[in-house]
């Protein structure tokens, strides 16, 4: 019973929260915080209950049938697993974050309830178990998180609220065309380890453009040059949805719909005699160089965050667009490795404004002496994003470098080298100016931390960002999920030792 | 079958001799027991197939015969589901001196009868008398509010739906020479693929276009569903220009054996008019006109059917049909809200209505998710079968029609539902709705998304009787 009622509840959990938060009254602040946060626990605690029921090989699945052929379906699969306790995880603490920052905003209950919706949406999209499912759970993620896009309610919100909408409703027309065509070959829509299109291998013509398709429409949230437009201009948002926007749940979901697309609806060494891989690992790359090289340009913090994570998530793509099992796990494990890193940098970013309005980097001379525990996480998150040793971002680089190897396409390497020395390029003089220059006023105001619970969130994800990188090989780290998942969708025998 | 026809006709004059509390009471009897019994004609249907009734005993060539399946169905559980939450908002919302009153409720019920009746029987000399009694309760209900506007409107409604009544005729007329039946059974027996067949059916269906206000015939409804009072337009948009496309989908789909040329030609009107009627509503800049042009584009999207004909296409439509109802009035119950908190319906005014009308808003955003075909909603499985068929049969302008006319809809829909978003720290605050208009608009939009969860046991319930079963 609980095995099929599980992973509804986790979809269930905020949406009841979300419906409750938007019934309080605005000034109901204790009542809201203690509904927000319980929901979030009693989230975090349904996703570890299956995390270890799945690992004991249990199964946790919910079905419900829509039309004929075509139902909803839950089910916590290992790739489930994988980003289902990283959403919890990091609901819970971006909530924390969130009941810090967005003291002083107006319209807190909207706010809170959306905030809680596109959450619900996030665990949909994590725990789908069909095509259809994910579609319907991605479509809602783009309605729940438009009012909190557009939150502040100025004209620049509104105006950047339509961009937003333009991408992403495009890309759901464009999604849905592809997954009805991949209905209507093949009359199933469900996840299949190894994929379940590569017996209709004489629609060869039909099915590449499918992949392209589908591919396409998780493109745009997955901030595929050149489809990424949206991801900068929506840094109008608060900091806390900036930081779910770009962690956990947009972007996320994207990379998520690609890796599901190559691993579980056509199946890796399908696509890649397809030659569609290829094409994908190529368009990968330029967007891994295209951000980074605009993130250099960049004076605004949150926006050079922004074009980072455009570089940043394509790791995910490009892992995947490898046909080998060691670029697997460098592709896949970038997931939540990235995660974590992107959303402390996103934290501090926030921190930096509240406490000290300080959002352009020129004006960030010295703050490490104001804000010493703030800017400690926001190093540890920079140095993971360079991929630094033994942060958790090196552990991602590492495996990718290895895979392309393994698979025989060496240039891979080169397009990892020079990003990772355009992420030093750009992180660095940061840290430099954060710790090494002068402040601004002389004499530097004393250390000034904000509120603990804007402090606490950074403090903790950036310690993460940093043991999951050094403890990767302990069981129970995302990197030995990883491979437990790369173990299953590589039948043939593989056995992770790098 | 008879009590849904007779019930609420029985209602209309007893309206008149009651008071305003005691006429809610009789809103809630007649919707419980009409809901009852489209309960019970859905299990009959359900259980032993299509149904036929002979009233009074006399049957086809001289009695009045009434018939039920899937597709009848369709209309008459929309009309079940719309119909009472509707009532109890215009019972809020009409705030006219009670002898107007007097007016409304009797022509209300009418309406409601006629719309039952209309796709219930099973003779087209009957259909012909049922499309009067809705146009002559429908027309009259645009004006009760009073008002220039809508008297402009209702006529120019009049115009169409009688000429539309009166070529109707004059293709049954036809037929009825040229077959010697009226009944729908029959005739599609002794369908032959002669001239008088051919022109008789061609008359039909323009008559049936112009009260169905497909493109281009679609030029009498924006005017009189933007004029007339809110829970009015709902109904209209919602349910009577639907029986428009059921009667053609019976005639086109039962009776009549139509070639694929003019299958097509109807499904290229039902094209024009997805974007036609979108791109007028993204030009429009007040709200009732919006969603009035709205009906005129998802109106198109029913008409694929026809180039499309197939059971999956069918239910798709069907669906749709359904989703679109609940949705629609929805819209039309939340503008009512805010002319009636407002005083007007511009969008760009709208600043400050999402904290002022909390539900109302949430009703709007909830409704543009159905009508923009997005999931969890009826329309959005209506809209994925009609995919799925064209996707089989390769047709792919199908696709971009229902594909363009979704991102045209978000476009309008969403224009209104920004404004919501600006804060007007200015506003004052409004007296609270009664709970009738605060809930009313939400509750239906949300049936139209909930009802999705139901989707299986929904398209079971379409398909008794359809015309393609065998073929796949």
């Known amino acids: ?202 629609h060869d013509t039909s099915l590449r453009i499918i992949f392209f398709l589908l591919v396409g429409g998780f493109g745009v949230k997955a901030a595929l040059v050149p489809l990424h437009g949206w991801l900068p201009m929506a840094m109008v948002a608060p900091a806390p949805v900036s930081a779910l926007l770009h962690a956990v749940a947009v972007v996320k979901a994207g990379a998520f719909g690609i890796v599901r697309v190559v691993y579980d609806v056509f199946g890796v060494t399908f696509a890649h005699s397809l030659g569609v891989t290829g094409i994908l690992a190529v368009w990968a790359s330029l967007t891994i160089l295209y951000g980074s090289l605009r993130a250099l340009a960049q004076d605004d913090l949150k926006r050079r965050l922004a074009y980072s994570t455009v570089s940043q998530v394509s790791y995910i793509a490009l892992g995947v667009s490898i046909a080998g099992p060691v670029a697997t796990i460098g592709g896949v494990v970038h997931l939540i490795h990235q995660g974590v890193t992107k959303i402390t940098l996103f934290f501090c970013a926030g921190n930096l404004a509240e406490t000290l309005h300080i959002h352009k980097i020129s004006e960030m001379d010295g703050v490490g002496r104001q804000l010493p525990l703030t800017m400690s996480a926001f190093t540890l998150g920079a140095l993971g994003m360079i991929g630094i040793p033994p942060m958790a971002g090196f552990i991602t680089k590492w495996y990718l470098g290895l895979g392309s190897l393994e698979a025989g396409q060496p240039w891979v390497i080169l397009v990892l080298l020079a990003s990772t020395l355009l992420n030093a390029a750009y992180f660095l003089p940061i840290l430099h100016r954060v710790w090494f220059r002068p402040a601004r006023h002389a004499p530097p105001p004393p250390a000034r931390e904000g509120p603990l619970l804007l402090l606490l969130p950074p403090l903790i994800t950036g310690t993460l960002a940093l043991l999951t990188g050094l403890f990767a090989a302990a069981p129970f780290t995302p990197l030995e999920w990883t491979v437990l998942i790369t173990e299953r969708e590589y039948p043939d025998g593989y056995h992770a030792s790098p | 079958m008879v009590i849904a026809i007779v019930l609420p006709l029985l209602a209309a004059p007893l309206c008149l001799f009651m008071s305003r509390r005691v006429l809610f009471g009789l809103h809630l009897l007649v919707s419980l027991l009409s809901a009852l019994a489209v309960g019970v004609l859905m299990r009959e249907v359900m259980a032993a197939g299509p149904l036929r009734y002979a009233v009074g005993g006399w049957g086809a060539p001289l009695g009045i015969d009434l018939q039920v399946d899937g597709l009848s169905l369709a209309p008459l559980l929309l009309t079940a589901l719309v119909m009472p939450p509707v009532s109890l908002y215009a019972h809020d919302y009409l705030t006219q001196p009670a002898e107007q009153q007097l007016c409304f409720w009797p022509l209300w019920y009418l309406l409601w009868s006629g719309l039952n009746a209309s796709v219930l029987t099973a003779d087209i000399f009957n259909v012909y008398v049922t499309l009067e009694v809705l146009t002559l309760a429908a027309v009259p209900l645009v004006v009760v509010a009073g008002g220039a506007e809508a008297l402009r409107g209702a006529i120019r409604y009049l115009l169409f739906a009688l000429l539309g009544s009166l070529t109707y005729l004059l293709g049954v007329a036809l037929l009825f020479a040229a077959h010697g039946t009226l009944d729908m059974v029959a005739l599609a027996g002794v369908w032959a693929d002669d001239l008088p067949s051919a022109v008789g059916l061609a008359l039909i269906s323009v008559g049936l276009l112009a009260k169905g206000a497909i493109f281009p015939l679609h030029i009498w409804l924006p005017p009189a569903h933007a004029a007339a009072p809110a829970p009015v337009s709902a109904v209209l948009s919602a349910l009577v220009v639907k029986v428009g496309f059921y009667l053609l989908a019976r005639l086109w789909l039962w009776v009549a054996e139509p070639g694929a040329q003019a299958a097509l030609l109807l499904g290229l009107l039902g094209a024009g008019a997805v974007f036609y009627g979108s791109l007028q509503a993204l030009r429009q800049g007040r709200l009732k006109l919006i969603i009035a042009y709205s009906t005129v584009a998802q109106l198109g999207y029913l008409l694929l059917l026809f180039p499309l004909a197939s059971a999956t296409a069918l239910s798709g439509s069907l669906l749709q049909l359904i989703g679109h109802g609940l949705a629609k009035a929805a819209l039309f119950l939340a503008a009512g809200n805010v002319l009636h908190v407002l005083g007007h319906d511009r969008v760009r005014d709208f600043a400050g209505l999402g904290r002022r009308l909390p539900t109302t808003w949430m009703a709007v955003g909830v409704a543009t998710i159905s009508l923009t075909g997005l999931p969890p909603s009826v329309a959005f499985l209506g809209k994925w079968q009609l995919l799925e068929a064209a996707v089989d049969q390769g047709q792919w302008w199908c696709v971009v029609v229902l594909v363009g006319g979704g991102l045209l809809a978000a476009g309008y829909l969403f224009r209104i539902l920004a404004h919501a978003f600006v804060d007007d720290p200015a506003y004052p605050d409004a007296h609270p709705l009664p709970w009738t208009l605060a809930w009313m608009p939400l509750a239906l939009a949300l049936l139209a998304l909930l009802m999705s969860f139901l989707g299986a046991p929904l398209e079971r319930l379409l398909l008794p009787g359809n015309p393609f079963a065998g073929t796949p």
Do not use: K
């Open chain 1, 1 to 202: 019973m609980s095995h099929s009622l599980l992973p509804l509840a986790t979809v269930l959990i905020p949406v009841i929260t979300g419906i409750m938060v938007f019934f309080l009254d605005e000034s109901q602040r204790r009542l809201r915080t203690v509904l927000n946060l319980s929901g979030a626990v009693l989230n975090l605690l349904a996703a570890l209950v299956m995390l270890v029921g799945v690992f004991q090989e249990q199964a946790f699945a919910w079905r419900w049938p829509l039309l004929a052929g075509l139902e909803l379906y839950l089910e916590a699969d290992a790739f489930a697993m994988l980003f289902t306790p990283l959403s919890a995880g990091l609901w819970l603490v971006t909530t924390v974050y969130a009941v810090g920052y967005m003291e002083h905003y107006h319209n807190r209950r909207r706010f809170f309830g959306f905030f809680s919706l596109c959450v619900a949406t996030t665990m949909g999209v994590a725990l789908a178990g069909n095509l259809l499912t994910f579609f319907v759970f991605y479509e809602l993620l783009t309605l729940s998180t438009y009012p909190l896009v557009v939150h502040r309610g100025d004209a620049r919100s509104l105006a950047v609220g339509t961009i937003y909408l333009r991408y992403t409703v495009g890309a759901g027309a464009v999604l849905l065309v592809g997954l009805i065509w991949v209905h209507s070959l093949a009359g199933t829509l469900e996840f299949t380890e190894g994929g379940f299109l590569a017996p209709f291998q004489e």
